[in-house]
């Protein structure tokens, strides 16, 4: 909707908590100028060992585009200006501008056998580099380099490597120093540990929103009143999401981080989430019925926020008690709707919002919305029905599609519904099993083309044709019957 108060046009994507109508890693140190002149023999055997992990991603890369998939050779190299801003690497990136990709068949399973052989020789590379800096005191890039692994090349081996163990509230692998530090209750406060009592006078100190907890990734800011422990939680998870995101789609989808900090809004009350979302966009951009765990407030001007609250409302307008772990689902469906936008800003059309392929935008947040985070490996779900405590359940996203395959549309129909038109729980199911099927059926054939598609929507250069632009000399009948073919694949747990 427009809001003439602010000035500028906004709408707003509510991921909800149940049944209801609705629903780059820079962490890792890629601002370090690794590429920079050294400036002493440790900084210099860093240097040398991240282009030999270079070296191995251009071999990679290399097989890729000899086989002309061109957008999975650029992804290879994504993987490692994540790490470190490599001169060689950006070099690849640019021979390989406008070709198109051209993959044989079979190439992708080809793919999954180089592939992980290519990543393990880095993650090992990484582990020596981690084991060293923890032999020298050197925290911070022992954390980068171990949080590489977990991110971009996981490797069990190289894990094994090195005097780890995870700890599940921060969802990563630490030091088993520090993992024994933090299971004892204290917490690391301006690069401080603090004792449990300690913590609990800061998280007292932090408990109101005239003196909230700030913590940063720096991409993503938090802002919150909740216990510290529980906002690093939150905070950790968005990480790995968003160095997830980045991974998946940073390829192929010209995705560039704002210039600014991505604001996340946590809050432990409902009256509370109200009053933060009326001071970011204003009374009269606030939904009526507000319903939802997570929200994102999309306009056309950068650094838009995030909402999540720990006492959502349900369809009755009942409130629920929740935990961090409870919002997870949601806040994913919001933060891919946030990553895919401001990450998006960089070239897009700031005088109007998305009006044309919306099932897009809500299909890759819906289809997102199903991986979960085990042990720092992401895996898509998919579960028939969804617990959300007590007696209460929620739908899968693809549960309505498979059991109901007779009932789906033609895609030319659905895809030309206005966005008020896409809001049933149908329509989401069809919208996230159809970015499914873009980008995981007939062997990837039509990856690159959504993937434009989801570029242009999401800067909001969509126009009426956009579909057949970037599905160029697809015959829709065949596109309908391959589409109705996969889902009568899909396996629901």
């Known amino acids: 909707m427009c809001s003439r108060s602010l000035g500028i046009c906004t709408f707003l994507s509510v991921a909800a908590l149940g049944p209801a109508p609705f629903e780059g890693l820079v962490g890792l140190g890629q601002a370090q100028a690794q590429n920079a002149d050294p400036k002493s023999p440790q900084e210099k055997k860093d240097l040398d060992v991240l282009n030999s992990l270079a070296d191995e991603l251009i071999k990679l890369s290399s097989f890729c585009t000899a086989n002309k998939a061109y957008s999975e050779g650029r992804a290879e190299c994504e993987r490692g200006l994540r790490l470190f801003d490599s001169p060689k690497l950006h070099n690849e990136i640019k021979k390989l501008a406008g070709k198109k990709d051209a993959p044989p068949k079979g190439f992708a399973q080809r793919l999954d056998v180089e592939r992980p052989k290519a990543l393990e020789k880095c993650a090992l590379l990484l582990a020596d580099m981690a084991a060293a800096c923890s032999k020298q005191g050197r925290t911070e890039a022992f954390e980068r380099y171990l949080r590489a692994i977990q991110q971009d090349f996981p490797s069990e ?21 520090d993992a024994k530090k933090l299971e004892a209750g204290q917490g690391r406060v301006e690069g401080k540990w603090l004792d449990p009592a ?16 700030v913590e940063s990734d720096g991409v993503h800011e938090l802002r919150t009143t909740v216990p510290l422990r529980t906002a690093r939680r939150l905070l950790a998870y968005i990480t790995a999401y968003r160095a997830f995101f980045l991974q998946e789609f940073g390829g192929t989808w010209d995705l560039k981080a704002p210039s600014g900090k991505l604001p996340v809004i946590l809050t432990e009350t409902q009256q509370a989430l109200r009053e933060q979302m009326k001071k970011r966009v204003g009374e009269l951009a606030l939904p009526s019925g507000m319903q939802g765990a997570a929200y994102y407030m999309s306009t056309n001007m950068p650094l838009n926020p995030c909402f999540v609250t720990l006492e959502p409302t349900d369809a009755t307008g009942r409130t629920l008690k929740v935990g961090v772990d409870d919002v997870l689902r949601t806040l994913t469906h919001e933060l891919t709707h946030q990553l895919a936008f401001e ?19 809500e299909g890759i947040a819906t289809f997102m919305q199903g991986h979960v985070f085990e042990k720092g490996v992401w895996r898509l779900r998919q579960p028939r ?14 549960t309505l599609c498979v059991e109901h395959v007779d ?85 629901l747990e």
Not at 385 to 398: H, K, T, V
Request: hydrophobic share 40%; charged share 25%; glycine share 4%.
């Open 407 to 491: 009932r789906l549309p033609p895609l030319a129909k659905y895809m030309a519904q206005s966005q008020a038109e896409l809001m049933t729980l149908e329509n989401y199911s069809i919208a996230a099993t159809l970015a499914y099927f873009f980008l995981r059926g007939e062997e990837g054939a039509h990856r690159a083309s959504f993937l434009k598609l989801l570029e242009r929507v999401h800067k909001v250069h969509d126009t009426d044709k956009t579909f057949a632009e970037c599905f160029e000399g697809v015959d829709q009948r065949e596109l309908d019957a391959q589409f109705r073919k996969f889902v009568e694949q899909i396996k």
């Open 343 to 361: 990450y998006s800003k960089h070239d897009c059309d700031p005088t109007r919002l998305t009006q044309h392929q919306f099932w897009a935008v």
């Open 198 to 213: 300690a913590v609990e006078v800061s998280n007292r100190k932090h408990s109101t929103w005239d003196a909230p907890w």
């Open 157 to 177: 081996k190289a894990l094994a490597k090195l005097d780890v163990a995870w700890f599940e509230p921060y969802r990563k692998w630490t030091s088993r120093d």
């Open 385 to 398: 029905l969804i617990p959300l405590g007590g007696n209460l359940f929620e739908q899968g996203s693809f």
